[in-house]
């Protein structure tokens, strides 16, 4: 059997989160790190030093080297869309980090050009590599009916973001919708497995002007609704973070901005309690995504109650059959797990990008992903800014 070729990795970026991926793709098999370009020769320096590879002056320089395979953008926002296009129109491959860019028409672009190109583009959406997340998506339809409602609450820190800070830039960052939400935007569309059509949001400000919380209501169809709220206003030790999916028979809470932790409550018939009591005895196959390493507390555990109530019931104007309820933990180590859970995530998102760099398959967070993260986002901070609902057009689907 023929190995798989080595993708060599050129990061345009030396900062502590060019540092972290380096890190956590050091040991993979199937990606190194050849070239890196910072604004900071020392940065760049000693980053290239810490893996065996070699500093260039410039970003651009990345794209004439041979051994470089794929271009890792790992730079402020307002960069991402001119050197992920630049590496993509000189042959080579990307992994992006969040946002793909700053505005919708940026973001459709590289859709085009990575269909024009045939290279392959990743953008860093950790959370479709979550294997609490994929789990659930492995229930949809066997445990979990569709879900009605997505909510998300982001209480996070602005410890370490002084009033100087970048992030709050938005020429730069592109604002808390762009720079931050555009992770949950993609969570909500993956899990419920629906366009978003339409965005009402709002956000309120310090007495400084700076924009630190903001919230927004998407619609996705009909029928179904998304409510994303953050925060940037918490110390570091009272940040907290809850996903909660309505599914109507059931309830999913997940910890966590990186989830670390998920319970589902559920009301089922008899096929629904067959499903749950066989998910211990799954949970391999369950937690399974690409180039994650589960750690040893992951685990799944199932309790239940059998005939718990009548089995004729209604919701949403429909007849049910629910007369079992059940309870499902699903972890992976719990809060103290979030640093590896990260860490891994984004280890398979590098396996992803060098798995489909040789099978030319489509990956799991490409551009489209990012590109309608991105127009949710744009037109979340339009609807913020004038006080209207802002329709959401929907993101091309390349070919191939």
């Known amino acids: 059997m023929t190995a798989t070729p080595v993708v060599g990795l050129g990061l345009v970026g030396a900062g502590g989160f060019a540092t972290f991926l380096a890190g956590a793709t050091a040991s993979l098999p199937t990606v190194a790190v050849r070239a890196v370009a910072d604004s900071r020769p020392a940065a760049a320096r000693d980053l290239a030093r810490a893996h065996g590879a070699r500093c260039v ?125 555009v992770h949950f935007f993609d969570a909500a569309a993956m899990l419920l497995d629906r366009e978003p059509t339409s965005v009402l949001a709002v956000a309120a400000r310090r007495p400084q002007g700076l924009v630190d919380l903001v919230s927004a209501t998407v619609a996705h169809g009909e029928d179904t609704l998304a409510t994303h709220t953050h925060s940037f206003t918490h110390a570091q030790r009272c940040e907290r973070q809850l996903m909660r999916l309505d599914c109507g028979t059931a309830e999913v809470r997940i910890e966590g901005w990186i989830p670390v932790h998920a319970v589902i409550d559920a009301w089922t018939d008899d096929a629904g309690l067959r499903v749950a009591e066989q998910l211990p005895d799954r949970l391999a196959e369950l937690l399974d995504v690409p180039g994650f390493r589960l750690g040893p507390a992951a685990a799944i555990q199932v309790s239940s109650r059998r005939d718990a109530a009548p089995a004729r019931a209604r919701g949403r104007g429909a007849t049910l059959d629910i007369a079992h309820h059940v309870r499902v933990e699903l972890t992976l180590g719990g809060h103290d797990a979030k640093p590896h859970a990260y860490a891994e995530s984004v280890r398979s998102a590098f396996t992803d990008l060098a798995a489909r760099i040789a099978d030319r398959g489509r990956p799991q967070s490409g551009a489209r992903e990012g590109a309608a993260a991105v127009a949710v986002a744009t037109a979340a901070t339009r609807s913020a800014r004038h006080g209207r609902a802002e329709p959401i057009s929907p993101t091309p689907v390349p070919a191939h």
Do not use: M, Q
Request: hydrophobic letters at 45%; charged letters at 30%; a negative charge.
């Open 57 to 181: 002056e410039a970003w651009r320089d990345l794209l004439a080297e041979d051994d470089v395979d794929a271009v890792v953008v790992a730079t402020p926002p307002a960069g991402h869309a001119e050197i992920a296009r630049a590496a993509l129109e000189a042959g080579k491959h990307v992994f992006c980090e969040k946002p793909l860019a700053l505005d919708d028409a940026d973001a459709r672009d590289l859709v085009a050009t990575v269909e024009r190109t045939g290279r392959v583009l990743v953008v860093d959406h950790v959370l479709r590599y979550n294997p609490l997340l994929r789990a659930l998506g492995r229930l949809r339809g066997a445990l979990l009916p569709p879900v009605r409602r997505f909510c998300f609450e982001n209480d996070a820190s602005d410890e370490d973001l002084d009033p100087g800070h970048w992030f709050w830039d938005e020429s730069v960052s592109g604002g808390i919708f762009v720079e931050h939400g």
